[in-house]
């Protein structure tokens, strides 16, 4: 922010850029912390390397309140962990009640401050407006959602009677600061907790292992991510996602009182101590807690490849990043064995996955919907790759067949009353449990099935608060979350829902009994495109989307569910693309069909065309 606010002709206050070696990282090309010379103070805070860290000076005896406000905002973009610079600014009574971790306001530019509300220096009060244009806001809980339109707050300074400093005595809560700050100041991180209304969840003392999901949160890149994510994660899942999963920490867990940033070793263990309140966990669910914390800090720096937990001064269970499998399961670290799509004979076809996918020939799947029983205008293979469905080339008909030779395809397991093509069946989607989603496009009746384990009676699931009408579905592997093209006149915008389950007069459901499936808080991931064409899911809270702008070009991108977009390197451009699909494996390259048939984007490549075909899909 500093450098924005530098390029609106303000003189910002001086700031320290630091490089440390222990326990925090090293900036680039530096050997060691220099042990002589002046302090070097910088002007602003363009986008620097993710190792820079950067501190504020606080406020000068001197200082003017223009001077006080621009050093009070630039001290919000440092890497103080605690924000006691930007304190300095304020009064001690201001001070003590200003709570900056309530939320971050992050604005397209850094705040302007206008004089405010009339007042005169001379009788020591004043008053000014920070304004600009918001673009996004990180509550309390650390979630991102994406924002618009005005900001407006008023900061008050009264001067000191007796040292005639100025100072802050009226700031609003939590923090400010434009879109290159906050991308220099934050990362996202997920944070894992455990499906709770899956068609396969279960408590921690159900059999089989429980499915992980992901929760995105913002946090502060360089102050202690290891330890600011191990408390989030305690402290519970976002409210968004909360009705949906569960924790194998016991209520009330938190770090032992007293305990100092959390390191993990040379050889990669972390110790985490714990209140009391995790005493008496037994092995099964002090395994899941393990593994919970494992996929919160599976992609943090250091990495952290064994965690141990303690409490009541005992060593309660360990576990190392290999064998999380064995007691949580998250789907996106496997890998898929082909790529699928349908050949010009309307028939299901698949070639090999990742760098194989070359292969110039591809080979009908073993079972009928590879020997043309039904032709087929999309598919979608179920993520063990034992079962395919594909809707009938008219886009009328459901059909469901094993992936063996010598099956036979049998009646449709679904069927619209669309009148035309376009408002029939959408392309259908996997969850890992053997859900099988799909909506109906019919204008007369439009609705969202749900077939559990890919067969039996569709169950109509419910949308309250949709507007629109579905027109593709994606469900995570996670059956927690499901992404949706909603249309509504001439938009076509991407949603992200919460799939909740309960039983049929809202209490929990007995064996045999259907249940009932809502999608709820349906919230934007992409609220700037105003027309999405294609999209796939690509990570465990990541998402490959193809659109466009208003009065803008096609374009392809990475978006995250919370609406905010990765720090990755985005996919290159692909002019007509109709379909696209991708897969958590990063050696699985990103395909799409576009107007050279099928074609796959490898790491570090350009498009490259593989074979003529439509509709490609990986396993979901």
């Known amino acids: 922010m500093g450098g924005e606010r530098a390029g609106r002709g303000r003189t910002a206050p001086a700031r320290v850029v630091a490089c440390a070696t222990s326990g925090v990282v090293l900036l680039a090309g530096c050997a060691s912390m220099p042990d002589s010379g002046d302090v070097r103070g910088v002007d602003s805070t363009p986008r620097q390397d993710a190792q ?8 000068s005896e001197d200082a003017s309140p223009p001077q006080i406000v621009q ?14 610079t930007a304190r300095q600014y304020l009064t001690a009574e201001a001070a003590e009640v200003w709570k900056p971790e309530l939320s971050t306001t992050v604005l397209a530019d850094g705040p302007g401050a206008q004089p405010g509300p009339p007042g005169r220096e001379d009788d020591g009060e004043l008053s000014f407006n920070l304004t600009g244009d918001k673009v996004a806001t990180v509550d309390a809980q650390q979630a991102y959602t994406a924002d618009s339109g005005p900001y407006d707050q008023l900061v008050h300074l009264t001067q000191d009677v007796k040292t005639r400093q100025w100072r802050i005595d009226g700031v609003p809560q939590g923090v400010v600061m434009g879109k290159s700050d906050f991308q220099r100041n934050y990362m996202s991180v997920n944070k894992y907790y455990f499906a709770s209304n899956t068609a396969g969840a279960g408590g921690p003392d159900a059999d089989g292992p429980p499915m ?41 867990t938190a770090l032992r009182k007293g305990t100092g940033p959390l390191t993990a070793d040379d050889g990669g263990r972390l110790t985490v101590p714990l209140n009391d309140k995790a005493a008496d966990v037994g092995t099964k669910r002090c395994g899941e807690m393990a593994a919970q914390l494992l996929f919160t800090l599976r992609n943090l720096s250091p990495a952290v490849d064994e965690v141990e937990l303690r409490a009541a001064g005992k060593k309660l269970c360990s576990l190392a990043q290999e064998a999380t499998g064995t007691v949580a399961d998250r789907e996106s670290l496997s890998h898929p064995e082909y790529l699928y799509f349908i050949d010009e004979e309307h028939r299901l076809v698949r070639l090999p996955a990742g760098d194989r996918a070359t292969q110039p020939d591809p080979e009908p799947v073993p079972g009928p919907l590879g020997e043309g029983a039904a032709p087929l205008r999309s598919v979608a293979v179920s993520r063990d790759e034992r079962t395919a469905a594909g809707v ?45 989603w799909v909506a109906d496009q019919d204008p007369g009746n439009p609705r969202l099935f749900l077939l559990e384990e890919g067969g039996g009676e569709p169950l109509e699931v419910r949308t309250p608060g949709l507007d629109g009408r579905i027109q593709a579905v994606r469900v995570a592997a996670d059956g927690v979350r499901v992404a949706l093209v909603v249309a509504k006149g001439d938009r076509r915008s991407l949603m992200i829902g919460r799939i909740e389950r309960d039983g049929p007069d809202g209490e929990e459901r007995t064996t045999g009994e259907q249940p009932t499936v809502t999608v709820l808080d349906l919230r934007p991931a992409t609220p700037e495109l105003e027309k999405v064409t294609a999209m796939s899911w690509t990570g465990d809270s990541r998402l490959v989307v193809v659109g466009r702008e208003e009065g803008g070009v096609e374009q392809m991108r990475y978006v995250e569910v919370d609406g905010s977009i990765p720090e990755v390197p985005q996919p290159a451009a692909l002019t007509g693309v109709k379909a696209v699909t991708a897969s958590p494996d990063e050696q699985v390259p990103l395909v799409a069909y576009s107007v050279d048939g099928i074609v796959r984007l490898p790491s570090g490549a350009q498009w490259q065309q593989v074979t003529e075909g439509t509709a490609p899909v990986y396993p979901g």
């Open 71 to 84: 050093g009070f905002l630039e001290a919000l973009t440092s890497d103080d962990p605690d924000y006691s």
């Open 212 to 252: 992980a999901v992901a929760d995105p949160v913002y946090v502060r890149s360089h102050v202690e991510p290891t330890t600011q994510m191990v408390r989030s994660l305690l402290s519970g899942p976002t409210n968004w996602l909360d009705p949906a999963v569960r924790s194998s920490f016991p209520a009330g």
């Open 392 to 436: 009938a080339l008219d886009g009328k008909s459901l059909y469901v067949g094993s992936l063996v030779p010598g099956g036979s395809l049998g009646e449709p397991v679904l069927t619209s009353r669309g009148k035309s093509e376009g408002d029939r069946l959408t392309a259908p989607s996997w969850d890992a449990h053997g859900g099988l």
């Open 52 to 59: 820079v860290r950067v501190f504020a000076m606080p406020p």
